[in-house]
């Protein structure tokens, strides 16, 4: 079936390799009589010409709201002081971090410009309007960097609406994206394909947080949210009392079961994996470096150390890629991501967040399918920064994300397509 459908793509890719060539080919005085014979207007020509010449990409996002767009305004404002601005919580809102997991303008402008290289760029904002504006500009394929906003399928609804659409899209398919957005169904799998995981429960009331049976330190938090969403440091319970009020404030903000875990005291990793199948690489492992954090902070990368200790004018050296780590550490990371990464069923790209437990075995804290990637290197994020380390520019990382989706679909290479 995924054949089938790779042949069918591929067969319309390479009509438009077949209709450019034809074009160059006419390209001249009667190349100039046969567009106008396919196109009744100078005008409509033009459009065929650029159409006919270059895959369009469908750029699917949400953007964070209330932030001034960088098209309006100062352009000289630095991405991380606009950044910083759209990152003050919302107090106007029952859920003050509604909005955390959205992009800024600046990440959309940058992914746009990285893209912008490979193919016509078509934004499509993940909004009410989404399903129409997809039908209209029928894109090749959607680059999908959306989080969605309603419910635990959230992040599924853009590319299930595209593969209702039949229009084939970038990063994981909406199964492995509700599997990785819920905490504990992401859990159950990864031990039932036997890749290490902390243990656990899902706790759905006051009564469960009182009644858990794991043994102390233990964390709490919301199974399906992102971004350090009611990630705090009163996440970490070291003791009943603790856990049933952490549980219960939980459940009444978020309105969803609470992931109990045992709480992993070890050292902390992220890792940033690119490809398919047997063509899958892992960037060089982030490290988290705790001794960053202010003093008496628990080592906890969570909703303070992400988006409030950490700012550009106070930025939070917490991070060092790569980890100054050993050499076998780093292979068990790795290996550990990868094995998240497949027992998931994850495409095109992703980053997997591990934590050492007591012995110093890693384990799978969460994956990351649709991982977030701000261009600004002041603003901490991970996936740019192993890129970086790995000698990838932002561009090159967006271009080469682009390229094994599209791989993956088309069996052709947009990057060496634009090479030629
Ligand atoms: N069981 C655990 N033991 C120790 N620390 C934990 C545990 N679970 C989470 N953490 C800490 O909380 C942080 C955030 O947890 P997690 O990655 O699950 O949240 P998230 O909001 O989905 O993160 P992201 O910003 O990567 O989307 C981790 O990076 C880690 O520092
Ligand atoms: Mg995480």
Redesign the pocket.
């Given at each position: 079936m995924e054949e089938a459908k790779a042949e069918i793509h591929r067969t319309n890719f390479e009509k438009t390799i077949v209709r450019s060539e034809a074009f160059s080919y006419f390209r001249g005085a009667q190349g100039s009589f046969l567009l106008h014979w396919l196109a009744s207007s100078p005008l409509e020509a033009a459009f065929f010409v650029e159409d006919h010449l270059s895959v369009r990409i469908g750029l699917a996002f949400n953007l964070k709201p209330n932030v001034p767009s960088s098209t309006e305004g100062d352009k000289s404002t630095s991405p991380s002081t606009s950044a910083a601005d759209s990152r003050n919580l919302r107090p106007d809102l029952e859920q003050p971090d509604l909005y955390a997991e959205w992009d800024e303008p600046a990440t959309i402008d940058a992914v746009e410009h990285a893209l912008s290289a490979l193919g016509k760029v078509i934004r499509l904002e993940a909004d009410a309007t989404f399903p129409a504006k997809l039908v209209k500009a029928r894109p090749d394929f959607v680059f999908n960097i959306a989080e969605g906003l309603y419910g635990p399928n959230r992040e599924g609804h853009v590319p299930a609406i595209c593969e209702f659409l039949d229009i084939p899209y970038s990063a994981s398919d909406p199964l492995t994206l509700g599997l990785a957005l819920h905490?504990g169904r992401a859990k159950e799998t990864l031990v039932f394909h036997g890749v290490p995981t902390?243990p656990f429960l899902l706790a759905h009331s006051r009564k469960d947080a009182r009644n858990v049976t794991l043994p102390f330190p233990l964390?709490a938090?919301p199974a399906l949210?992102?971004?350090?969403?009611g990630?705090s440091v009163r996440s970490l319970c070291k003791n009943r009392a603790q856990l049933v009020a952490r549980v219960g404030e939980l459940l009444d903000t978020y309105k969803q079961p609470v992931v109990v875990?045992?709480?992993?005291p070890g050292a902390?990793y992220t890792v940033a994996i690119l490809g398919n199948d047997t063509d899958t690489r892992c960037l060089p492992v982030v490290g988290m470096r705790w001794d960053a954090l202010p003093e008496g902070a628990p080592p906890?990368?969570?909703y303070e150390a992400?988006w409030l200790w950490d700012s550009p004018d106070r930025p939070l050296d917490l991070f060092e890629c790569p980890a100054t780590i050993s050499d076998n550490l780093a292979d068990e990371v790795r290996a550990v991501a990868l094995g998240a990464f497949r027992a998931l069923g994850c495409r095109d790209w992703c980053r997997v967040?591990i934590?050492c437990d007591a012995s110093g075995h890693p384990m799978v804290?969460?994956l990351?399918p649709l991982p977030g990637i701000l261009p600004d290197p002041r603003d901490n994020s991970c996936f740019p920064k192993a890129a970086r380390a790995a000698g990838m520019s932002y561009d090159a990382l967006i271009q080469t994300a682009a390229d094994i989706a599209w791989r993956r679909i088309s069996g052709q290479s947009l990057l060496k397509r634009v090479a030629a």
């Open positions: 905490k902390a964390f938090k949210e992102g971004s350090g969403k990630i875990e045992t709480y992993l902390e906890i990368y969570g992400k967040d934590r804290v969460e990351n």
